[in-house]
């Protein structure tokens, strides 16, 4: 049963994407956000149900963390659950292999929750240039592409499902971008398409030097025989898809594609694309590089650390500076990839685990963070904090209250979904893996603590020029519409998401770690 319900995950979108766009116009824009809706609820109704059996006693779905790169018992090795396994196409050995399991399946939920959620916000607040029908189809084409890649147990099928969300990603950006400013959607679109495409590429090639040394594509496999070398061509493999998953996570200085993209995308674009699409980057380091390239990835973790920590302060300094609200967000999600890389970076068992952790709650903050960006830009029509103006609370109270519990969720607050997956990643930088440079981690530590004030710095800043001031200073949005009915059914389980994953952290690391 749990078989099919995996295929059920990437068929049922998939399908539906394709209804979609034959059905004739006659039915209107918003039965196509509905139907969206639906079936995306159905698909997040199924990974529930699979996650829920998946924890059930008898599935090898849990991890014991191995203080040392070249145990078989490291993070990332599959350990699957429901599996699919079947040849594709046998003259490259390449096998339609899907498998899932405790690393795996609470990113697969995430991203089935955001696409409902995506959906669900469509269905009152429609793009301007309409196209409803398109645009919800291309939703959930993502939506595969990006299920299918958290599946995916086999590096070509990785990089098949890796490649399908891009397109769609692409057109979303635009066709229902800023339609302030089509020139600029359409270079963020452009950037963000070659860029990645290159990070692919890269990637692609490090996967055939496997091949070659292994001769195999299958994950689960590789887990169980890696490569053990940590030089010629396991060291070669490893720097290659480092490089293409980091253009996507994305860390600096592969992260110049990011705030365009954000800052252009329409508000569901930009919700699935830090929520869930930055994911793929960080989810393929831990699934392959770790398991597979071991002592590879000791090798360069050291490089992967740094440009980490870069990632956290130069992202932390771009927020300082940004003057539109949407830009600033994105901008902070490069400071916390660069956290996550960090965390991957350290090889240890709290590094590891709170990587892990801080995917899930960046996904549900920044999720949450991009809504509120876009219902402040609804009713301004701008996400310029200079053109927006101040005193938020007192003009949209409950939009300003919101804005300000994510924010404060997204800096670190202790009992907030924000908070341990940082502490456990700095922890995990002040003991490293065995094999690493101690001392060079240590104030790579204190580097990236850094990072995290000016991370606090920027956002109180955020709070008191958009939302402290006096109304009477703009009269003309005094009585701008507060949450409506739809935007509070969409926001409220990602608020309520991040308190109790503040709250009960080992909800999500019991899912890793055995005590």
């Known amino acids: 049963m749990s078989q099919w319900l995996l295929i059920a995950l990437l068929a049922v979108p998939a399908v539906t994407a394709g209804v979609l766009w034959g059905l004739p116009a006659v039915l209107g824009e918003r039965v196509a956000a509905i139907a969206g809706s639906v079936v ?32 078989r018992n490291l993070p990332g090795k599959l350990l699957p659950y429901a599996q699919t396994d079947v040849s594709w196409i046998p003259q490259l050995d390449v096998r339609f292999h899907l498998a899932v399991d405790g690393i795996s399946m609470p990113l697969i939920t995430l991203t089935a929750l955001l696409v409902f959620l995506c959906g669900l916000y469509s269905i009152k607040i429609t793009p301007r240039i309409g196209r409803m029908r398109s645009l919800i189809a291309l939703l959930l084409v993502i939506e595969t592409g990006v299920i299918g890649t958290f599946a995916a147990a086999d590096l070509v099928l990785f990089f098949v499902f890796f490649e399908i969300v891009l397109i769609p990603m692409w057109l979303v950006i635009d066709i229902w971008g800023d339609h302030h400013d089509r020139a600029g959607r359409r270079r963020a679109a452009n950037t963000f398409i070659l860029m990645t495409v290159l990070g692919s590429a890269l990637m692609l090639l490090g996967f055939l030097l496997i091949h070659r040394q292994a001769g195999t594509f299958d994950v689960a496999f590789l887990g169980e025989h890696p490569l053990r070398g940590g030089h010629g061509i396991a060291l070669a493999a490893a720097v290659l898809i480092a490089l293409g998953l980091a253009v996507k996570m994305p860390l600096w200085p592969l992260h110049i594609w990011l705030p365009d993209a954000h800052a252009k995308a329409p508000t569901v674009g930009s919700v699935l694309l830090a929520g869930v699409l930055l994911k793929l980057g960080s989810y393929g380091m831990i699934r392959i590089l770790l398991p597979i390239l071991p002592a590879a990835t000791t090798t360069i ?153 000016l991370t606090a710095a920027y956002f109180l800043r955020l709070i008191r020029n958009l939302c402290q001031g006096d109304p009477a200073e703009y009269p003309s949005t005094a009585f701008a519409v507060d949450l409506s009915r739809i935007e509070f059914a969409t926001f409220a389980p990602l608020a309520v998401l991040t308190v109790v994953l503040g709250l009960w952290p080992f909800t999500l690391l019991n899912e890793w770690m055995t005590l």
């Not at 924890?55 to 145990?71: G, I, K, L, Q």
């Not at 902070?332 to 709290?350: C, K, N």
């Not at 996904?363 to 053109?387: E, N």
């Open 301 to 453: 973790a050291p490089y992967l650390a740094g440009f980490s920590v870069v990632a956290i302060v130069a992202g932390s300094l771009a927020c300082l500076a940004q003057t539109d609200v949407k830009r600033l967000i994105a901008y902070s999600s490069v400071g916390h990839m660069g956290f996550i890389g960090l965390g991957i970076a350290t090889l240890s068992p709290e590094g590891l685990n709170g990587a892990l952790y801080a995917n899930i709650a960046h996904g549900i903050i920044t999720g949450l963070l991009f809504f509120l960006a876009g219902a402040i830009k609804d009713r301004h029509d701008t996400s310029d904090l200079r053109a927006i103006g101040r005193a938020l609370y007192a003009r949209l109270p409950r939009i300003g209250g919101l804005l300000t519990y994510a924010c404060l969720a997204s800096l670190g607050l202790p009992g907030l979904a924000g908070f341990w997956g940082e502490m456990l990643i700095l922890l995990g930088a002040y003991h490293p893996a065995d094999a690493l440079p101690r001392a060079t981690f240590v104030l790579l530590m204190v580097i990236a603590g850094l990072g995290a004030v």
């Open 40 to 71: 995306s609820g159905l698909v997040l109704v199924g990974s529930v149900v699979l996650w829920w059996d998946m924890r059930r006693p008898h599935c090898p779905c849990t991890y014991e963390f191995v203080d040392t790169p070249a145990s």
